[in-house]
Protein backbone atom coordinates (compact mmCIF):
# COMPACT_ATOMS: atom_id res chain seq x y z
CA UNK A 1 0.00 0.00 0.00
CA UNK A 2 1.39 3.57 -0.85
CA UNK A 3 0.91 5.85 1.58
CA UNK A 4 2.00 9.39 2.21
CA UNK A 5 1.85 11.87 5.13
CA UNK A 6 -1.63 13.71 5.29
CA UNK A 7 -3.24 10.70 4.09
CA UNK A 8 -6.26 9.63 6.13
CA UNK A 9 -7.35 5.62 6.66
CA UNK A 10 -10.46 4.20 7.93
CA UNK A 11 -9.31 1.28 10.18
CA UNK A 12 -11.17 -2.21 10.49
CA UNK A 13 -11.94 -1.50 14.75
CA UNK A 14 -12.87 1.88 15.95
CA UNK A 15 -10.96 3.77 18.38
CA UNK A 16 -12.20 3.42 22.60
CA UNK A 17 -13.27 7.07 21.69
CA UNK A 18 -15.52 5.59 18.72
CA UNK A 19 -14.05 7.07 15.77
CA UNK A 20 -12.31 5.12 12.84
CA UNK A 21 -10.58 7.66 10.59
CA UNK A 22 -6.66 8.12 11.44
CA UNK A 23 -4.70 10.88 10.05
CA UNK A 24 -0.88 9.17 8.59
CA UNK A 25 2.48 11.65 10.40
CA UNK A 26 4.89 9.12 9.19
CA UNK A 27 5.82 6.70 7.06
CA UNK A 28 8.70 4.40 7.09
CA UNK A 29 9.28 0.70 8.35
CA UNK A 30 6.26 1.96 10.96
CA UNK A 31 3.19 3.81 10.30
CA UNK A 32 2.42 6.74 12.88
CA UNK A 33 -1.27 8.31 12.58
CA UNK A 34 -3.16 10.31 14.77
CA UNK A 35 -6.96 9.73 15.77
CA UNK A 36 -8.63 12.69 14.29
CA UNK A 37 -11.49 12.92 16.63
CA UNK A 38 -9.21 12.36 20.08
CA UNK A 39 -5.92 13.13 18.83
CA UNK A 40 -3.91 10.10 20.15
CA UNK A 41 -1.03 9.02 18.33
CA UNK A 42 -0.39 5.08 17.74
CA UNK A 43 2.55 3.81 15.80
CA UNK A 44 1.98 -0.03 13.78
CA UNK A 45 4.52 -1.94 12.29
CA UNK A 46 3.44 -1.92 8.73
CA UNK A 47 2.90 -5.27 8.31
CA UNK A 48 0.56 -5.04 11.31
CA UNK A 49 -0.93 -1.39 9.99
CA UNK A 50 -1.96 -3.26 6.41
CA UNK A 51 -3.36 -6.02 8.15
CA UNK A 52 -5.83 -3.83 10.07
CA UNK A 53 -6.76 -1.37 7.57
CA UNK A 54 -9.94 -0.88 5.39
CA UNK A 55 -9.18 1.73 3.09
CA UNK A 56 -7.98 5.17 1.56
CA UNK A 57 -10.30 7.77 2.62
CA UNK A 58 -8.64 10.91 1.54
CA UNK A 59 -5.07 11.01 -0.38
CA UNK A 60 -2.31 13.94 -0.03
CA UNK A 61 -0.23 12.85 -2.50
CA UNK A 62 -1.97 15.33 -5.14
CA UNK A 63 -1.74 17.77 -3.01
CA UNK A 64 2.83 17.92 -2.91
CA UNK A 65 4.47 20.35 -5.69
Request: aromatic share 4%; with cysteine; charged share 35%.
Amino acid sequence: MLLHVGDVVKMRKAHPCGNDLWRITFVGADIKMRCEKCQRIVMLERPVFEKRVKKLVESSAGEEA
